[in-house]
């Protein structure tokens, strides 16, 4: 059974989901199948907070801002947490009515956006939200990403993105670990996208 919490003030019944993983572990395809099967289960709209589609939309808006921010992000870099959290929060402003699930794609990326998260979160009332760890070693994630050949995908660039995950990435799932506001799933990402799939479904909603 899928225990969504309950918001007492408006009796709105809504959870969040927060997906994290390597590049290359093949999260944004789970987050889609996940995101079809948690609508069906709950019969609520999805808000996806997907934080790197925001920037490049941002970008499309040109300005001195946007500028930079391409700049940032051509370069490997990340944009500083108040744009992080910027983004998120006026989505939300603008989406949120309490009546929907919430699903955050690539993000958080630093420790202090998943602090920052998790009181947004607390700010809705949002309790027992889930964090979903698709977990993939170092050596098989730069072999997908290489096998795909991508012009990004060089060696240097793959090795400065598997050092970003470990430095900055992975102190977020230690933060959510020892969080007693929600529960992280760790899933075996190293399996096809079926079986991947299965694995998340079964341990988040107890299938």
């Known amino acids: 059974m899928f225990n969504i919490f309950k918001k007492e003030k408006n009796n709105i019944e809504t959870s969040a989901f927060i997906f994290i993983g390597r590049s290359g572990c093949g999260k944004g395809t789970q987050v889609e199948l996940f995101k079809k099967n948690l609508e069906e289960k709950t019969d609520l709209k999805t808000l996806h907070i997907e934080t790197g589609v925001f920037f490049r939309e941002f970008i499309k808006r040109d300005g001195y801002t946007g500028t930079l921010t391409k700049e940032v992000l051509n370069t490997g870099g990340l944009m500083p947490e ?47 939200y889930k964090v979903i760890y698709v977990n993939v070693s170092r050596e098989w994630a730069t072999k997908r990403l290489l096998a795909r050949g991508r012009k990004d995908d060089t060696e240097e660039g793959i090795n400065k993105r598997m050092n970003w995950f470990e430095n900055d ?39």
């Open 82 to 128: 108040s744009f992080v959290i910027g983004l998120w929060v006026s989505y939300l402003m603008k989406n949120f009515t309490g009546k929907e699930n919430m699903i955050f794609d690539g993000a958080p990326r630093k420790l202090q956006e998943a602090i920052l998260l998790d009181g947004t979160l607390d700010f809705y009332s949002i309790r027992n």
């Open 169 to 207: 990435v992975v102190p977020c799932v230690d933060f959510f670990k020892n969080n007693e506001a929600c529960k992280v799933f760790e899933i075996n990402g190293e399996q096809s996208i079926e079986e991947v799939h299965a694995e998340i479904m079964k341990k988040v909603f107890n299938e």
